[in-house]
């Protein structure tokens, strides 16, 4: 299964995260263009890296 962008919202919360330069620099590379927001590609990746653990990291 392959990460894709998609621009659609859903309910949210703000938290705090920082984020090293190198890596926000990478993700502003990646959205360039595409009609996605930061925290929306954020939260993207995150559910996809959440939905491919391996089972046996799921369960720590």
């Known amino acids: 299964m392959s990460f894709q962008i998609k ?5 949210t919360e703000n938290k705090t995260i920082r984020f090293p330069i190198p890596l926000i620099e990478r993700i502003e590379n990646a ?3 595409k009609d996605v927001t930061f925290s929306r590609f954020v939260i993207q990746a995150c559910e996809y890296a959440l939905n491919n653990l391996d089972d046996t990291q ?3």
């Open 7 to 11: 621009p659609n919202r859903k309910e």
């Open 31 to 33: 959205i360039q263009n």
């Open 58 to 60: 799921k369960n720590k």
